[in-house]
């Protein structure tokens, strides 16, 4: 586990972070839109 998790670990955080900014972006363009648009 450790010799599997040890070397791709910077490559999972990356794609992680990635992930999550993305999905990030796409609440808050989703949730800005509306509260946008009614405004």
Known sequence: FGSF???SQPVVAKRVIEES???LD???ISASGPKASSQ
């Open 21 to 23: 900014r993305a999905m």
């Open 5 to 7: 998790f040890g070397p």
């Open 26 to 28: 796409l609440h808050l």
